[in-house]
């Protein structure tokens, strides 16, 4: 099938960031009073927005959240970023191979996404093509900016492909009607993982890039 866009989710996707994001959302949960794993992280709070993680994290320490929680969280992520954030195997051949149009969609906030994608030089590969959760009122897992996005570069949402790896992306794109591909190539990937991805409608599951290529080719 031929699709009018492909829409990329960025964390777990376009970088291999989810182990790092998480490590320090759980270390800072932890320094205040939340006692926190990485794989607690990766079970509850990926792949959506901080102010829709904020309210549950509120509810667990039983009062609020310092305010400066997720600065603190990008200026550290950011900080450990030329060290220990890398591309998700394989993205970078697959977009220089293909020719579609295509953008993120992501709940990650532009200065975080910038910072892998001009690392891994990527930037014009999206020619400005970035949408974030900033720009809807409702995150993943509602559709809302998967529309938004497909609305903006005039794609059918039913000729539109999202490449995702989290639950609340996979949830976020069958809801807007496109095609879902569950991507379990990153380094975040624990038993289970694709098949908690197909419980929320996953059209198909790619453990790579040339299995995402392979999808596309059927």
Known sequence: ???????????????????????VMAEQLTAIGLPTTLEQVLSAYTGKRWRDNRPVVEAALGGACPEDFH????????????QQLKPVPGVVDFLTARSE???????SGPDWIGV?????????????????????ERGKPHP???LHAAQSLGADP?????????????????AA?????????GGHVRDGHAERLIARGAHHIADSYAAVGAFMAR
Request: aromatic share 10%.
């Open 177 to 185: 009607g496109m095609t879902v591909v569950g991507l379990t190539a």
């Open 71 to 82: 600065t603190t969280w990008f200026a550290t992520c950011r900080a450990r970023a030329p």
């Open 1 to 23: 099938m031929t699709y009018d866009l492909i829409i990329f989710d960025y964390d777990g996707v376009v970088a291999d960031s989810e182990v790092l994001n998480s490590t």
């Open 158 to 174: 039913a000729r539109t492909l999202v490449i995702e790896d989290s639950e609340a992306g996979v949830t976020a794109g069958v």
């Open 116 to 136: 892998g994608l001009d690392l891994f030089g990527l930037s014009d590969h999206f020619h400005g093509a970035v949408f974030t959760g900033l720009a809807v």
């Open 144 to 146: 809302d900016l998967f």
């Open 101 to 107: 149009p295509r953008c993120i969609a992501s709940s």
